[in-house]
Nanobody, 116 residues
C-alpha cells in the first residue's frame, strides 16, 4: 500500500531554513506528481507546493513563492521541500500527498515551528 513518511521538521527561529523530506513507497514514485500541504492550528489544510513527475514543472502557494523550493529524487523515491526565510506564519504540520488511482494518500506529517 501507499506509504509516505515525512521528516525534517523542528523548531527554528524566524529567517532560518529547514529541509523537509518525504520518503514514498508502495507505488511507482516516478510516475506520480507530488504535493506538499500544511495545516496550522485552527486552520484548513492548504497546498504549499506541487511538483510534476519529472520535476520539470513546479507550482507554489503565493505566500511561500520565492522562499520555498520543492524538488524530487526519483532514484530515492523522495520529495523534498527546502524552506528558506521562515516566518512565524509558516508554523504548521507539513504533509506530503500523492493521488494514486484517484485516491489521495497522506503521511503522518512533520511539525514545523518558527518562533523566536
Amino acid at each position: 500500500q501507499v506509504q509516505l513518511v515525512e521528516s525534517g521538521g523542528g523548531l527554528v527561529q524566524p529567517g532560518e531554513s529547514l529541509r523537509l523530506s518525504c520518503a514514498a513507497s508502495g507505488f511507482t514514485f516516478s510516475r506520480y506528481a507530488m504535493t506538499w500541504y500544511r495545516q496550522a492550528p485552527g486552520k484548513e489544510r492548504e497546498m504549499v507546493a506541487f511538483i510534476s513527475i519529472t520535476g520539470g514543472f513546479t507550482n507554489y502557494a503565493d505566500r511561500v513563492k520565492g522562499r520555498f523550493i520543492i524538488s524530487r529524487d526519483n532514484a530515492k523515491n523522495t520529495v523534498y521541500l527546502q524552506m528558506n526565510s521562515l516566518k512565524p506564519e509558516d508554523t504548521a504540520v507539513y504533509y506530503c500527498n500523492v493521488r494514486v488511482a484517484g485516491i489521495g494518500s497522506w503521511g503522518q506529517g512533520t511539525q514545523v515551528t518558527v518562533s523566536s
